[in-house]
C-alpha cells in the first residue's frame, strides 16, 4: 500500500498568518490518464470530513480562495495564505491513484 | 442539493454482523462511484471499500483488513448503498462514512454512523 506522511502533525498558528501542511507518498501518484490523484480534507471536531482539493491544486466549490494545494510526483503542499479561526482542526491528505486508497496520519491545526 | 445519510449503526458483539445503509440524493445514483470510509475513536481515516456502477463493471474492491468479511452492494432502485459486516471485530469499532466518489476522492460525505463492537 502507498504510505502518506504527513508534517508537522501539530501546527499552532496565529490568526491571519499563512500556514502550510507538508504530505509525501511512498510512490509517485500519476495515474495511468497522466492525472495525479491527491486530495485534501479537513475535519473539525465532530464533523464529517469535507474535501478541500482534489487532484493537487482544485479547489472545491465553495471552499475560499485562501485555500491551495500545489506538488507532484511524491510531495505536496496545503497552504493557508491567512488562517481564520474556522480553519481549526485536523487536515489530511489522501491519495486516490493507486488501490487502496490511503490518508495521512492527520495534521492538527489549533489558534496559538 | 446532494445529501448522503448514514443509519444502522449500533453495538454488536464481537463475531455478530450489521447491515449499515447510506441513502443518496440530489445526483445520479446509478452512475456513481461510491466508497465507504471509516474512522476509528480518536483516529485518522481509512478507506474500507468501494462500489463501481453497472456501467462502470459493477464490482466492489475492499481493503485488506475488511475483504471477505464486508460486502458493499447497492440497490438502484432506492438509491442506497449497503455495508454489510459479518464476523466482527472490536478493531472495526469505528464511526463509517459513506461517500461520493468524484474526480479521484470522496467529494461528498455523509454524516457517518457509529459502529461499536464489544461484549
Known amino acids: 500500500d502507498v504510505v502518506m506522511t504527513q508534517a508537522p502533525l501539530s501546527l499552532p498558528v496565529t490568526l491571519g498568518q499563512p500556514a502550510s501542511i507538508s504530505c509525501r507518498s511512498s510512490e509517485s501518484l500519476v495515474y495511468s490518464d497522466g492525472n495525479t490523484y491527491l486530495n485534501w480534507f479537513h475535519q473539525r471536531p465532530g464533523q464529517s470530513p469535507r474535501r478541500l482539493i482534489y487532484k493537487v491544486s482544485n479547489r472545491d466549490s465553495g471552499v475560499p480562495e485562501r485555500f491551495s494545494g500545489s506538488g507532484s510526483g511524491t510531495d505536496f503542499t496545503l497552504r493557508i495564505s491567512r488562517v481564520e479561526a474556522e480553519d481549526v482542526g485536523v487536515y489530511y491528505c489522501m491519495q486516490g491513484t493507486h488501490s487502496p486508497w490511503t490518508f495521512g496520519q492527520g495534521t492538527k491545526v489549533e489558534i496559538k | 442539493e446532494v445529501r448522503l445519510v448514514e443509519s444502522g449503526g449500533g453495538l454488536v458483539k464481537p463475531g455478530g454482523s450489521l447491515r449499515l445503509s447510506c441513502a443518496a440524493s440530489g445526483f445520479t445514483f446509478t452512475s456513481a462511484w461510491m466508497s465507504w470510509v471509516r474512522q476509528a475513536p480518536g483516529k485518522g481515516l481509512e478507506w474500507v471499500g468501494r462500489?463501481?456502477?453497472?456501467?462502470?463493471?459493477?464490482?466492489?474492491a475492499y481493503a485488506a483488513p475488511v475483504q471477505g468479511r464486508f460486502t458493499i452492494s447497492k440497490d438502484d432502485s432506492k438509491n442506497t448503498l449497503y455495508l454489510q459486516m459479518s464476523s466482527l471485530k472490536t478493531d472495526d469499532t469505528a464511526v463509517y462514512y459513506c461517500?461520493?466518489?468524484?474526480?479521484?476522492?470522496?467529494?461528498?460525505w455523509g454524516q457517518g454512523t457509529l459502529v461499536t463492537v464489544s461484549s
Open positions: 461517500g461520493w466518489e468524484l474526480q479521484g476522492g470522496l467529494g461528498y
Open positions: 462500489f463501481k456502477p453497472t456501467t462502470d463493471g459493477g464490482t466492489t
